[in-house]
């Protein structure tokens, strides 16, 4: 018996369910109608593109033998039935068809489905800030999006760029235009980049990172007006600013393309996307839908969240694929994962942060380390700084930040593997991940990080993150400060913008009877190992209230007095 | 109240439990007896200072600001009392005493102790062979080792180097020597390396890439002799042949120090370990051990296992110094977690393999996936090979092994994470790692071999691993050959060393019916991507009995046509 399945978008989700009924489904009859002109594209690859990483748009777009998955190789490698430029404008679920324009002839079409695949994907959205139209504003989402921007550059006429918006694909393109020889700056509402996906303190480290090389972020500004003069673009100007410029990239967010499915009465959720369940199956049982169009549950929560990424997109389409044919499948949701890098800089997050967790009900507690992806011994060994969450009462791991010149990839895949598997503190501080000089510490930063928070939640160390202190400091707390560098040390790496005593570890159990013993002390060093060796000395010599400072000196994200 | 806390041995286990107690149990009074030279070192980055990566053997016994962390340092910083050149001779239970010999002065003392703390680690085996006693014949196992080995290459004489046992050490010292303008030869009695650890395929791999770098490798010999000319070393002669050699190093394995434990009539399990309980405690309740000596349950399958590993130690040596301090703490056990880095090759393994699971009556599966670290189009994209283990049963990631140029440490991690948690591979294919394309494929490898897996149980992907084809043809089975790659592919990347049909995938669905369809067919490509495509398309046009190879001929492990 023929199944027609009918799939409104080509990219991610679409394609994948395509690709896989056709492995798994010898009776359905497979049509994609896509809007655009490109299929099944690295859509997460486009800033590398604009950055002249990847050198043909073709690449993008290609099997990695280098055969364009475009409709002939659908039709001919799939056997399935591809229609560009074809534009869903209306699902009739009575008489199960969807009409579509044909963009090109601006014909109306029918196309019957017995399943129906819903992959419309998401859109930037385009604040109506004036001058939004002038030439040279962009956005990058799409494939046609990326040649503009491309094409722009190659023009040889682009020494500034401004862009409106510090999430994570404005973020990603700083470097794309950056290492073009572009002056770039950044405008974002919040004071940090990343202000949905990273706590304040881990879009500072960015930002720190950032400077360096050259980048300008203007944090808290609200774009009023995109200039132009005689028709040309020639500035973007923000509320205490104006910021010369001779592009400009929009990107303050996407959202869902629901339209059609709102049209169609199926059932819409909170945070805009597509409702489905388990089964990735819409309101109604003979349509699916997948990709950026739907919410998801999230594994912690079970709360329905918006996760727009390619990746999930094609779990998805495996799981739509699998249930059209008949193979019950579930997709159990995300764990709330993202990852950029910008220049050698890595930074990521899954799960909650402990502000999150805490709104969720959850006894959040959290820690920060700084620690080497491999051994100081090893030639290119690098800083890794984590911000590990875990619940007090279940002791579970439910969420982790990282940044890093080291590799911070590895650790947060661990981390994420970690809050889907459930695994407690305890468990993730045991777990023998692989250890060899090349790869990691003794003990990695992962299972530093658990050993960390064990000790916080079990009431062995008590200590401040960065922010803590500078809040409390600010608040008039007037604690002891004790560094316990070396002098050398101090001299080169920077010191807190507070007061401080400095006592070399090695001299601390000696030299501490000079200290009065009734201050409250916070100890610290460049990572705040040492920092937490004279936490327990200081506590074995009759001080009571000591804490430490997590991560030290290196995991300072605010401005150190060098 | 003051406790006496006696540690013998200061390497890993011993030195990181001193260092804990020093920060959470004020009433420790820490005494440390190491019958070496040298304290707290890491022992597993010894090759790489053979290998001359780490310039300084000071580097390895050093913190991260180059203080040494020697007798002095514990003394001063931590509080602990450090005898090095002690060797601990008996343990006298009912006294709470160990006596020790001062290696230096030759005196007999004795040491008190409340709590006792055995981390006597492990020792290299020296076989009996003949000439075992030549001057330069090495064993790599503790500093010393590593500082005569090391003064043997920089005197200029070393040409030609025989490593005696293909095991992790043996092999990690193959790059440190290769890489220092020795000839290197590795002898073992089984035909490919590490067999202690990957299957054979596996070993094949890795096999594969030293040949590319010249080293030899003398599979399935036994060493009969070193041989040595006027008391100077000249060759190591195996069953076979007689191989030139100014260096030697035996590697045949370790065995764990127990000595002193089995005087003192705690218990030894059946691989030759102490047994301790979860608390690290033996049978005796004032004596806790941990480290190289000890057996450890495996998180798996529950039984004893021995994995000698500083990693694990370091592990260990926080659980026994938390229940010293009376903070109830466990040691769940290991996933028996190795790696290995041997020039650009990575290659690793956590769980069981697909046999040992078999043997502990889980329904074992296996899968064999071969896949890109990061997507095609970005520059330094390069291969993992993945083996995945789950159970039919429960679903549960059972165990994997990983090799490649590409970045397998990452995707080991994972699968060591998934495997301590419990998750069943759809959980696993399911998992939101982090994607970027920096960082991985928009469905990383991971997701691919969870993937490819759950096909294969559920019936949806008849597959066979490189080995089961080479042996089913090898036994007489005679299937049609299927190669869907370009024919300048199969030019450049070889071919499997059967008769076969090349037809490039797009042309599968016309050329099809030219094919005899009452044959066995077998379906491949480069990696078998498209191999499993052209199994879906035969299986559609009505060949019944079609199968894929995993890994295609990138996953091959035997010799290609070219």
């Not at 550059?153 to 510090?166: H, L, P, Q, T």
């Not at 064990?454 to 160390?461: E, F, P, S, T, Y």
Request: proline letters at 5%; one cysteine or more.
């Amino acid at each position: 018996m023929v199944k027609k399945v009918l799939i409104i978008g080509g990219v991610a989700c679409g394609g994948k369910t395509a690709a896989r009924l056709m492995r798994i489904d010898p009776e359905a009859e497979v049509t994609i109608l896509e809007k655009g002109e490109f299929l099944s594209y690295a859509g997460c690859g486009l800033p590398y593109y604009v950055g002249g990483v990847v050198k043909e748009y073709k690449d993008l777009m290609s099997t990695p033998i280098g055969v364009i998955r475009d409709a002939t190789f659908f039709r001919k490698v799939k056997h399935v039935d591809v229609h560009t430029s074809h534009l869903a404008t209306r699902i009739d679920r009575k008489n199960h068809t969807v009409a579509a324009l044909d963009v090109a002839s601006g014909e109306e079409k029918t196309f019957p489905y017995d399943k129906l695949v819903i992959a419309t994907g998401a859109s930037p959205i385009r604040p109506p800030i004036p001058g939004a139209d002038l030439p040279r504003v962009f956005t990058l989402w799409n494939m046609p999006d990326a040649l503009a921007m491309r094409s722009a550059i190659d023009s040889g006429n682009m020494k500034r760029a401004v862009i409106i918006g510090g999430g994570l694909i404005g973020m990603e393109v700083v470097e794309a235009l950056s290492n073009q020889g572009l002056d770039v700056s950044v405008v974002d509402l919040l004071e940090t980049p990343l202000p949905a996906m990273m706590d304040e303190e881990f879009g500072m480290y960015l930002l720190k990172a950032l400077k360096t090389k050259g980048v300008n972020f203007y944090g808290g500004e609200k774009v009023q007006e995109i200039v132009g003069c005689n028709g040309e673009l020639s500035a973007v100007r923000t509320d205490k600013r104006e910021i010369p410029a001779d592009m400009v990239l929009m990107a303050v967010g996407v959202r869902p393309n629901t339209a059609i499915a709102k049209e169609a009465g199926l059932e819409i959720g909170d945070k805009g996307g597509i409702l489905v369940d388990l089964h990735m199956k819409t309101s109604d049982p003979d349509i699916y839908a997948g990709g950026d169009c739907v919410e998801v549950d999230h594994v912690l929560t079970g709360e329905k969240t918006w996760q727009p990424m390619g990746s999930v997109a094609n779990r998805q389409g495996r799981v739509i694929a699998d249930n059209i044919a008949g193979i019950p499948s579930t997709f159990h949701g995300v764990a709330g994962t993202a990852i950029m890098k910008a220049f050698e800089y890595t930074i990521g997050k899954t799960g909650q942060t402990k502000e999150q967790a805490l709104a969720k009900e959850f006894e959040a507690e959290a820690v920060t380390i700084v620690d080497a992806d491999t051994p100081h011994f090893m030639p290119g060994s690098a800083s890794i700084t984590i911000r590990l969450v875990a619940d007090r009462r279940t002791r579970k791991v439910l969420g982790a930040q990282v940044f890093g010149p080291g590799r911070a990839d590895k650790r947060l895949d661990i981390l994420v593997t970690a809050v889907t598997g459930g695994l407690t503190i305890d468990m993730l501080g045991n777990t023998d991940v692989a250890y060899a000089p090349p790869y990691s510490t003794a003990l990695d930063p992962v299972t530093h990080a658990a050993n960390a928070l064990k000790n916080k939640i079990d009431g062995l160390m008590a200590s401040l993150s960065p922010s803590e202190l500078k809040q409390k400091i600010e608040g008039g707390w007037n604690p002891l400060l004790v560094d316990v560098r070396t002098p050398d040390e101090i001299r080169t790496q920077g010191q807190l913008p507070y007061e401080f005593v400095n006592i070399p570890l090695g001299m601390l159990w000696e030299k501490a009877k000079e200290l009065p013993q009734n201050r409250e002390v916070v100890t610290y060093c460049k990572i705040s190992v040492r920092g937490w060796d004279a936490c327990a000395i200081l506590s074995r010599l009759g001080f009571e209230r000591v804490s430490v400072l997590e991560g030290g000196i290196a995991g300072w994200p605010f401005d150190l007095v060098k």
